[in-house]
């Protein structure tokens, strides 16, 4: 197994006295999909959070590509590469398509490689190509899901974190964003850190995943084992 | 007919001064989600840039009024002012950032004592009158436009509605048209969301206080082209009712916060025309009441949604 690009190590998590993360470690291989799952409250988008550094560790450590990024606000650890589609999708509803996905590239300087970077969206997604100067509040919400991936990948980060991309999307567009997921990273070779809830779906398409229950990784391991694994079945995959 | 003409000329160039005030507080908002109780004081502390640079500045033009002269102090105000708002933000809001906007708030109204009481105990408390930078008089009219002859209308007023114009469309591009503003307007509608764009919040924050502080210092310069008396207290009055007016645009958004100013420069003026003087300040906050009950969101602003 080659060195990971991301290297989470021992992280620990609090928010105010409520111990969220209880010393996770995690190991994400460059160029794979490697997926968390878990319940509700499990630590998922915290650990995300904390990644992104907008939460504060209370231990432990984040290595990217070899360099200690612990600690660092979040606009120096998009500088380094990270780049987030959160949560709830989070994009900017009063601002064009088109604004939005500028807003991604906010830290690039060069317009030549942005407006590539906006061609290569536009392709995966031509869904947004149509809307580009629709405000991004009107969009369906498969769209947004769609606009807040294309936001994220317009930075050029060398690793893509996508918090429940499914969640509160219309079931028919579930599959295609997934597909385009897939389509992401083996096209463009980039890595993904995917939490999701659907752990059926996160599952079949990563290449290696952790389970994470209550601020602890319970298991980790190629999807294929961890979907024959009993405790698993039980818990997330419906018996 | 001229008479109402006359009093819309007067609320044109006073409501300027408050859209200019206005626009801090709705940009500050917009940012932090506060209102920044000592924005008024920025005003006066502007007025007060302007009364003691412009000996030195007006010297450079020979020390007479001249309007390069008048312009290099209202620049020189409005750079004095988006330092003392960066300044105000980073010593005063910033440790807060975590807590609760309403210890922000009280915050505010701290700083806003606290520039009054200094002001007078630096500047001294009683009035003093600002240095004639331009030569303020009516512009005469032709006799051959009959009864629009008879309309007063001065310079100063001119040059405030014009600065105020200016000033107005430059924030405009700034907002709407480069990386900055974008970032401004990404951070008023999700933090957290802006951060993840590499958005450095605290470099956008300042940049906010800048801009809104340097417009209520140019404010407080054109007041005092035609108002010549100013003393430390002069921001309570002119704050609260631009405060109204941001309330009045709808809280957060420019342009409203434009439009509110000149609706209260204009009704404060019909007030004082028609009714009663003395009612021109319980009908503005009687606006405040009304807008709160019927309007909450103000004319521009819309009610905050979000899609789930």
């Known amino acids: 197994m080659s060195a990971p690009i991301l290297d989470v190590r021992n992280l620990s998590v609090s928010y105010g006295a409520i111990s969220a993360l209880h010393g996770i470690s995690l190991s994400i291989t460059k160029g794979q999909i490697v997926t968390l799952v878990g319940a509700n409250g499990a630590g998922k988008t915290t650990t995300l959070r904390t990644i992104s550094g907008i939460l504060k560790p209370t231990a432990g450590q984040i290595v990217f590509r070899d360099q200690n990024i612990t600690g660092l606000p979040p606009h120096k650890i998009v500088a380094r590469g990270i780049a987030q589609a959160p949560e709830g999708r989070m994009i900017f509803s009063n601002l064009t398509v088109h604004e939005n996905l500028r807003m991604g590239a906010y830290l690039r300087k060069c317009k030549k490689e942005m407006a590539a970077s906006m061609d290569q969206a536009f392709a995966i997604f031509p869904r947004l190509a149509e809307r580009v100067k629709q405000e991004a509040g009107t969009l369906s919400g498969g769209e947004q899901q769609m606009l807040a991936i294309a936001r994220a990948l317009m930075s050029k980060p060398d690793c893509l ?46 290449h290696y995943a952790y389970v994470l229950e209550t601020g602890r990784i319970t298991l980790e391991g190629e999807p294929a084992v961890l979907r024959q694994d009993p405790a698993v079945r039980a818990a997330y995959l419906g018996g | 007919m001229i008479e109402f003409l006359q009093q819309l000329i007067n609320g044109l160039a006073q409501g300027s001064i408050y859209a200019l005030i206005a626009i801090g507080y709705t940009m500050v908002f917009g940012v932090l989600r506060f209102i920044n109780f000592a924005h008024g004081d920025v005003y006066m502390l502007g007025a007060f840039a302007g009364f003691y640079t412009a000996p030195k500045l007006m010297g450079l033009f020979g020390g007479g009024p001249s309007y390069a002269g008048a312009a290099l102090v209202l620049v020189s105000a409005m750079s004095i002012c988006a330092v003392i708002g960066v300044l105000i933000e980073r010593v005063c809001y910033r440790p807060l950032r975590q807590h609760p906007r309403l210890t922000v708030l009280i915050t505010a109204i701290g700083v806003s004592l606290l520039l009054e009481s200094g002001g007078q105990y630096v500047f001294g408390a ?20 009959g009864i629009f002859s008879t309309l007063t209308i001065t310079i100063g007023q001119v040059l405030v509605v014009g600065s105020t114009l200016v000033l107005l469309l430059v924030l405009r591009t700034v907002v709407l048209h480069t990386r900055t503003g974008m970032a401004m307007r990404a951070l008023s509608l999700n933090p957290m969301a802006a951060s993840l764009m590499g958005v450095n919040l605290d470099a956008i924050l300042s940049f906010t206080f800048a801009i809104g502080s340097a417009m209520a210092g140019a404010a407080g310069v054109l007041t005092s082209i035609q108002q010549p008396s100013i003393d430390p207290l002069m921001g309570i009055n002119a704050g609260l009712k631009a405060f109204v007016a941001a309330v009045l645009g709808g809280i957060g958004n420019i342009p409203g916060a434009a439009l509110g100013g000149l609706l209260i420069g204009l009704l404060e003026a019909l007030v004082v025309g028609y009714v009663n003087p003395t009612y021109r300040d319980p009908l503005v906050f009687a606006v405040l009441i009304l807008v709160l009950l019927f309007k909450p969101s103000g004319l521009l602003g819309k009610p905050e949604r979000e899609k789930v």
């Open chain 1, 161 to 206: 974190m996508l918090d429940e991309p499914s969640l509160g999307i219309a079931p028919i567009l579930v599959r295609t964003i997934f597909d385009k997921i897939v389509e992401i990273n083996r096209d463009i070779g980039l890595t993904i850190l995917l939490v999701e809830q659907n752990a059926n779906l996160a599952l079949e398409v990563s």
């Open chain 2, 126 to 145: 009683d009035p003093q009158a600002f240095p004639e930078i331009i030569a303020d008089a009516a512009i005469e009219f032709p006799a051959s436009w």
